[in-house]
């Protein structure tokens, strides 16, 4: 694990991010469900937009859809889907910082987040720059490219977000609280 | 009656499956959990569209039978595999589940979609035409919308809330 990241955790661990995640967690009743919940909501839309967007460009999904309108219909929701995400999926991370710093399924996940993000943002880019750019004939490619790419991101940030547990409850004790 | 059918021994007789060891015993279960949550965040994300279109606030430029055609049969593709893989989880622990509030609610909430789906495509599908291209679409298309989106997060809520009591 780099140092840089297991750095953040002992940034964070002891700190009032660590003690309010911690207080609102267990003085809040229902609050762990209902905020995973919200982060799970917050995937699904992340899936009705961002996963959806590729698979219309893949030529796999709702073709009437034009690909211009949809990304214009889709960047606000994707946003607020990922900051609300980050919000709610910060309060596990900040009440055991070290935990999940020192959980290499968890820097996977930030990892193909970031991935996801950033191709993400050059899309939206691209997209703002001209009207119809990711429907002209020689951008197809590009455009399916980053499709097949940031679906497998997607993807494995959902899916590196169920092993963190997994992976924690499988080897936790050789990790510091 | 309905008491004896979920404390019924039937329920401790199929944790005993040998499929239901293999799946609890391995890396089935985490891997089923998995696809199971994609599989939910995409029944979820699909089907938002119509939702929203329903109630005038999302893909207006879209005839609501043209999102319906193109998304419902992605929803029902991401439910099927969702099913499997819950069932697939639900008979490691079969007995426990079904003594779960937090199970029961899912189903009930899960049978309540359903119902609301069925009275939208049965019921009031069959007028559609006529809100077909316009935004305000009727109370009636503004409430199974609203229902659907509110019926979905509580099948998800309640889905996650099963692992806390469990």
Known sequence: MPEFFTGIGQLISGSFLQSGALWTLTN?????????TVHILGIAVVMGTGVLLNLRILGLAVPSQNITEMTDRMVPYLYIALI???????????????????????????LFLLGAITLTIYFFTKHRSKVGYWEQENKKWIAR????????????????GRWIAYLEHLQYPMWSI | MISDFLRSTFWLDVEEWELSWTIGGTNWFPLLESIHVIAA?????????VDLRLLGL?????????????????????FIIATITGIGM?????????????????????V??????????????????QHE???????QLKIAGSLSLFLWAGVMLAGRWIGHII
Not at chain 2, 58 to 70: D, F, M, S, V
Not at chain 2, 94 to 110: C, E, G, T, W, Y
């Open chain 2, 112 to 129: 309540l979609a359903g119902a609301n789906m069925a009275y939208f495509h049965l019921i009031l599908y069959k007028d559609i035409q």
């Open chain 1, 145 to 160: 490219s980053i499709a097949i790419l940031s679906l497998g991101f997607w993807i494995m940030v959902s899916l590196a």
């Open chain 1, 28 to 36: 809040i009743p229902g609050f762990p469900p209902i905020i995973q």
């Open chain 2, 58 to 78: 999302g893909a207006i430029k879209y005839p609501i039978t043209t999102l319906n055609r193109e998304l419902v049969p992605w929803t029902w593709g991401a």
């Open chain 2, 41 to 49: 965040a995409m029944v979820v994300g699909t089907i938002l569209w």
């Open chain 2, 90 to 110: 639900f008979i490691t622990r079969a007995a426990s589940h079904v003594l779960n509030p937090a199970f029961q609610s899912k189903i009930v909430l899960l």
């Open chain 2, 133 to 139: 291209t316009v935004i305000s679409t009727s109370i």
């Open chain 1, 84 to 110: 609300s995400n980050l919000v709610s999926g910060s309060f596990f991370v900040f009440g055991r910082p070290t935990r999940y710093f020192n959980n290499p399924v968890f820097a996977w996940k930030m």
